[in-house]
Antibody, heavy 123, light 107 residues
């Protein structure tokens, strides 16, 4: 059974960098599938941020202009983890961040999710 | 990007009732639509993908239908554990996008 668990700081100051990791158990990232990050906030709902493959190949949401060039998704297959890095955070980045497993090779829907981690941006 | 619209925003229902939720896409997405259920404090759970295929372990009281721009999620007989928020998501075009959700409340 595949399980995902997010980890990271609950509070980040404005202009700082948010770094989250997602630990995967029950499945080796090296075996395949894309792995993604989605966030949820009251004002914007669910937003897909980006996804990464075992090779490091990535896709990002081009419609999120507020994230343009600030977000990086990466993977470490030796640790069976993948990561989200978001620079220059603002209050608008306050959200619950979920990591999730794509059902296939960028099928675009997610069949397994982590429990989510609340990130608050505040000084 | 494709805009997903769900209706109604909130639906008050009782256990045992038949429930129908609607989802519309701003352009045709064929049958590339997923439905998720989210309970308070939990992650979304995949219920349906490709408009009508139930995910593993999903009870058969949940069914999905539709194609093009109009989709429906039906719960044939609501159980108490089904209260929560339901989201649709298109997976036809990149970036994948979600609807704003329909909340099922106890009448």
């Amino acid at each position: 059974q595949v399980e995902l668990q997010e980890a990271g700081p609950g509070l980040v100051k404005p202009s700082e960098t948010l770094f989250l990791n997602c630990s995967v158990s029950g499945y080796s990232i090296s075996s395949g599938f894309y792995w993604g990050w989605i966030r949820q906030s009251p004002g914007k709902g669910l937003e897909w941020l980006g996804s990464v493959f075992r090779t490091g190949s990535t896709f990002y949401n081009p419609s999120l202009t507020s994230l343009h060039s600030r977000v990086t998704v990466s993977v470490d297959t030796s640790k069976n983890q993948f990561y989200l890095r978001l620079t220059s955070v603002t209050a608008e980045d306050t959200a619950v961040y979920f990591c999730a497993k794509d059902a296939g090779y960028m099928y675009g829907y997610f069949d397994t999710w982590g429990r989510g981690t609340l990130v608050t941006v505040s000084s | 990007e494709i805009v997903m619209t769900q209706s109604p925003a909130t639906l008050a229902v009782s256990p045992g009732e038949r429930v129908t939720l609607s989802c519309g896409a701003s352009q045709s997405i064929s049958t590339k639509l997923a439905w998720y259920q989210q309970k308070l404090g939990q992650a979304p759970r995949l219920l349906i993908y490709r408009a009508s295929t139930r995910a593993a372990g999903v009870p058969d009281r949940f069914s999905g239908s539709g194609s093009g721009t109009e989709f429906t999620l039906t719960i044939s007989s609501l159980e108490s554990e089904d209260f929560g928020v339901y989201y649709c998501q298109q997976h036809d075009d990149w970036p994948q996008t979600f609807g704003q959700g329909t909340r099922l409340e106890n009448k």
